[in-house]
């Protein structure tokens, strides 16, 4: 699956609004994780991998990062 920047960028502000949905962000998450926010900005917006920050991520909007990075996370479908 290979998704374009505008794609990236509508799952990105989809992130970040459910995110505040739930009242966390990623300067929240990167608090409880001891890691600094824009390693979660930028694993949303797809620019840095870490699979760590892409779990906490996912589980905090109830999902997974298969589900969220299909692209990256989601197996061998290409």
Not at 17 to 38: D, I, M, P, Q, T
Not at 60 to 72: H, K, M, R, S, V
Request: positive net charge.
């Amino acid at each position: 699956m290979i998704l374009d920047e505008s794609q990236k960028r509508n799952r990105h502000e989809l992130i970040k609004y459910e995110l505040r949905r739930r009242g966390l962000s990623f300067a929240k998450l990167a608090v409880a994780a001891n890691r600094h926010r824009s390693v979660f900005a930028a694993v949303s917006a797809t620019t840095k991998r870490s699979r760590r920050a892409a779990c906490i991520i996912a589980n905090a909007i109830d999902t997974t990062p298969e589900e969220l990075w299909p692209e990256i996370y989601g197996g061998t479908d290409e």
